[in-house]
Structure formats: C-alpha cells, structure tokens
C-alpha cells in the first residue's frame, strides 16, 4: 500500500536513541528518524510493542527498499463501509 511521508519529527542517534534534530529537512542514507506515515488507503497494523508482527515495515521506491523500521504509534481510524464480500455476509 502506498504511504506518503506526512513529516519528519525527528532525527535521531541510531545507537543511544536520543534526539539529535527536530523536523529536519531531510535523512541520509544510514540516517535514523522518527516519521509520520499516513497510507493512501485502510491498512491493519499495529505498535511493534503490543503485536510485533504487525509492527514491521518495509518501504519501498522503483523497486529499491528505502527505508525500514518498527512502528511506535497508529492513530485508528473506525472501519469505513467498505465492500462487504459474499462469505462475509453469509456469516451473518
């Protein structure tokens, strides 16, 4: 699913994991940093805290991984009325 990189909050040390920078302009290669993600469309995931698997992820850019990483916070969302398949509603 396609994300668009909402704002770089901070840049950070990848081995003290203390802040270095505030909103910076931008992160280089080897660079650690704390951004904020919005998907384009609805997405399951989760804190790597509370559900490690869901808490992964991996971005990726013309067929180059650019960036990976664990997830800290999610902001949710109520689940849309989305398309409701057949085995769905025979369930119901």
Same mark, same amino acid.
């Given at each position: 699913?396609?994300?668009?990189?909402?704002?770089?909050?901070?840049?950070?040390?990848?081995?003290?994991?203390?802040?270095?920078?505030?909103?910076?302009?931008?992160?280089?290669?080897?660079?650690? /940093?704390? !951004? &904020?993600? %919005?998907?384009? #469309?609805?997405?399951?995931?989760?804190?790597?805290?509370?559900?490690?698997?869901?808490?992964?992820?991996?971005?990726?850019?013309?067929?180059?991984?650019?960036?990976? /990483?664990? !997830? &800290?916070? %999610?902001?949710? #969302?109520?689940?849309?009325?989305?398309?409701?398949?057949?085995?769905?509603?025979?369930?119901k």
């Amino acid at each position: 699913i396609a994300v668009k990189f909402a704002e770089l909050v901070t840049k950070i040390d990848r081995r003290s994991g203390k802040e270095i920078e505030k909103e910076p302009k931008f992160l280089k290669n080897g660079d650690a /940093g704390i !951004i &904020k993600m %919005v998907p384009t #469309k609805p997405m399951v995931v989760e804190t790597f805290s509370e559900y490690p698997p869901l808490g992964r992820f991996a971005v990726r850019d013309m067929r180059q991984t650019v960036a990976v /990483g664990v !997830i &800290k916070a %999610v902001e949710k #969302k109520e689940a849309g009325t989305g398309k409701i398949t057949k085995s769905a509603l025979k369930k119901k």
